[in-house]
């Protein structure tokens, strides 16, 4: 991909340390990449931060750790994106493990520079059954109607969740 933007990749941690080194190795293996990392602890009271710590000195050009009390994902994600320099911004979570092109297709698929792209990815529900329902497909929506149809189920990211709890319930 040629002039490949920069992409902010925004993960909030909270005591997460179980689950840090997988998600690291996803990070590791993508195949984008104009990436940065950016690990904002949100006062982790177990040992993630010492592994963010350590995983992010190894490439402090392309990888920050950020530490904060305790307030949420969300103002995690706030202080991440204070951090970002990218031109576009993924929010990642800590116990994520992503497909290795996962980057690489949600670039390909944004539509333009003011465009959004939200891929779907393995749900793994409490009984253990899974539904692999990764994709980035192209999908346009109107900007007034587009939170409204990714938070009520509508659209291609209903579809999705939809096809998979069929694929589980035919297990």
């Avoid at 000195?57 to 995690?76: H, I, L, M, Q, Y």
Wanted: proline residues 4%; hydrophobic residues 40%; neutral net charge.
């Amino acid at each position: 991909m040629k002039n490949q933007p920069k992409v902010s990749l925004i993960v909030p941690v909270y005591n997460a340390e179980k689950w840090l080194p997988v998600s690291f190795r996803s990070f590791e293996g993508q195949t984008y990449s104009n990436t940065e990392w950016v690990l904002v602890d949100d006062g982790s009271i177990d040992g993630s931060a010492a592994l963010c710590s350590k995983w992010c000195s190894v490439d402090s050009k392309k990888r920050r750790f950020v530490r904060k009390t305790n307030g949420g994902a969300s103002s995690a994600r706030n202080v991440g994106l204070d951090a970002a320099t990218g031109d576009y911004v993924l929010f990642w979570d800590s116990d994520d493990e992503q497909d290795p092109k996962a980057i690489e297709k949600m670039v390909r698929g944004l539509p333009s520079a003011n465009g959004v792209a939200v891929c779907a990815i393995r749900r793994v529900l409490s009984d253990g059954s899974w539904c692999d329902i990764f994709t980035c497909k192209y999908h346009v929506v109107e900007p007034d109607a587009a939170i409204g149809e990714w938070l009520g189920g509508g659209g291609l990211y209903g579809s999705l969740l939809e096809a998979c709890a069929k694929a589980i319930a035919h297990r």
